[in-house]
């Protein structure tokens, strides 16, 4: 399905080529740019999808220091 899009933040909608509004923008699920404290949990994945993470923690740090000395 192509969509075009037309607005801006609040008022921005997508259309299809008969000009049915198929995606709306909706502040409410709008967060903040900063948040203080973020935290993600796998479990759900790890159950449902048998999901296991290939990079441990310790590595992760490692990898994502690296790419900022780097860049």
Known sequence: MKL???G???NEVALDENGIVRVEV???Y???SEVE????DSTKA???LNWKSKTDFRNLVKKMVNYDLEH
């Open 30 to 32: 709008y967060r903040p």
């Open 37 to 40: 404290y973020l935290l993600g």
């Open 4 to 6: 075009s899009w037309h």
């Open 26 to 28: 909706s502040s409410r």
């Open 46 to 48: 790890r159950k449902t």
């Open 8 to 10: 801006e933040k609040e």
